[in-house]
């Protein structure tokens, strides 16, 4: 069974350190991997990708994710948080490479809190 | 360019009522994919369509249906309403390729009484 794991329901960090919110997965194959933000009363927002390649991928809004292969995780980073990234974050996984069909499987998400 | 556009934004239906939602896809985008999300859970795969075909199911009840017209709008069925339904329904669009990213629509939140 494919499943995504995000381990904190809740991570809290200071305006200006750095954060990291934590994925693991467990599927089928060679996954693509996906982090999307969702804010109050939003849908979601897409953040960054992995596909093949550098295991360190940058995305939207200073975001980066690092990939590692044998943890099976894809941790979303930032070097220096700010009050306006507080916001629900998924990770979300689609493990079938070969067909057209892009079903994703989310985690549960964690809320992320930044305090001035 | 226009996102994602899903309506209504919000409904509320009484138990046994029958409910549609529509989804008009970025334009260009191929792919609609219906998700549910559910309060403090990840979003949930209903269904998939591709080129107006089918390509995948979740393992939703058949009181679920959905269809996707010529022009890539979608349109979400529930018959027989549950208490269990109300939820915030997600539609996302893709161009189609796997490896890009789905975009998503505000959802809609459907309350059920």
């Known amino acids: 069974a494919q499943s995504v794991a995000q381990p904190e329901d809740q991570v809290n960090v200071a305006e200006g350190n750095p954060l990291t919110v934590k994925c693991t997965y467990s599927?089928?194959?060679?996954?693509?991997l996906f982090w999307y933000v969702q804010y109050p009363n939003r849908g979601l927002q897409f953040l960054l990708k992995?596909?093949?390649?550098?295991?360190l991928v940058k995305g939207s809004y200073g975001f980066e994710a690092e990939f590692n292969k044998s943890q099976t995780s894809f941790h979303l980073k930032k070097p220096s948080a700010l009050v306006s990234d507080s916001a629900l974050y998924f990770c979300?996984?689609?493990?079938?490479?070969?067909?057209?069909?892009?079903?994703?499987?989310f985690g549960r998400g964690t809320q992320l809190t930044v305090w001035p | 360019d226009a996102g994602v556009t899903q309506s209504p934004t919000h409904l509320i239906k009484t138990r046994g009522q029958q409910v549609t939602l529509r989804c008009s896809p970025i334009s260009g985008h191929k792919s609609v994919s219906w998700y549910q999300q559910v309060l403090g859970q990840g979003p949930q795969f209903i269904f998939q369509?591709?080129?107006?075909?089918?390509?995948g199911r979740g393992n939703f009840p058949d009181r679920f249906s959905a269809r996707q017209f010529p022009n890539y709008s979608s349109e979400l069925n529930v018959n027989a309403l549950l208490l269990g339904d109300s939820a915030l329904y997600l539609c996302?669009?893709?161009?189609?390729?796997?490896?890009?990213?789905?975009?998503f629509g505000d959802g809609t939140r459907l309350s059920i009484l």
């Open positions: 979300a996984v689609r493990p079938d490479r070969g067909s057209t069909l892009g079903r994703l499987y």
């Open positions: 599927v089928s194959g060679n996954p693509y």
């Open positions: 992995y596909i093949t390649g550098d295991n």
């Open positions: 369509y591709y080129e107006k075909e089918e390509r």
């Open positions: 996302a669009s893709s161009i189609g390729q796997g490896y890009q990213p789905q975009h």
